[in-house]
């Protein structure tokens, strides 16, 4: 996820590339829209007064657009991202029928910017914009895990959240970002072996459950012995004495991501059996 410092050219072509393929998509979009859209922006930024758009075509510019000057002024790649997922909330919260051609125009862009790391990923209703430095881990683990945990609205909110913290690289939060971890993990192996243990007591009925499936036995070993760790360390380095480290934030990440996976792949491949 820790994306390679990029030349500013780069970020301002970047930036205008972005802007050309929202621009595109604006110019085909509902007027009407579009002031709903720009308003729910504002109002989340906690900007006064209401859309600057005009009220007919030749009016429209969209360099007035809050979101498309808070991109062009955007410093780094890190405040980047945060003003796209701002933009990302507001279509998921209040306007998802704009979020299929908006999140569209976003990932040209990147396609079309290869210095950029970034990936966009499915979330429940909308979408997230995310570091992509190590792309094949986030293409293959992150992004089909916030996909498919759609279905875990609760469990997505916790495992966004963590992703969030880690893409503002705010440290002061990483505690939180743990924490999250484990909340989505614990919450996702609840809901799909169906009980209420605590993660703690979790690696039995997970090797059960995995048995069931069929699944190899030094897969199955391998999985519940690391989630006994999972556990331990979340106790003992994480809420009982802070003896985590910045290097642990990226790993315990991927390590949720990929026990979720599993999970999730396992889980849906029961169900279409059924």
Known sequence: MEAPAISRQDLENFKNRLCHQLFKVMHRTDRELLKEIDNDYRYRKGCAGYSLLGDIWYDFNPLDLPFVT?????????????????????????????????????????KSSPGIQMEVAPGGNGFQVISSGASLLDIEVVNPSLAWLSVYPEVLQHYEAALKIHNRKDADSYRNLLDDLRWALEQLLRSILNNQVRLEEQAKHLGLWLKKR?????????????????????????????????????????????????????????QNEQ
């Open 214 to 270: 069929g699944v190899n036995v030094y897969i199955r070993e391998m999985f519940t012995t690391l989630l006994t760790h999972f556990a331990k360390y979340q106790n003992d380095a994480v809420k009982h004495d802070e003896k985590w480290q910045l290097a642990d934030v990226e790993f315990m990440i991927y390590l949720t991501g990929i026990f979720m996976r599993l999970l999730l792949q396992l889980n849906l491949e029961t």
């Open 70 to 110: 808070d991109i062009m002024s955007a410093e780094n790649p890190d405040e980047l991202r945060e003003i796209l997922n701002n933009f990302a909330q507001v279509l998921s919260s209040f306007h998802p029928e704009a979020v299929t051609p908006l999140c569209a125009s976003i990932v040209n862009a990147i």
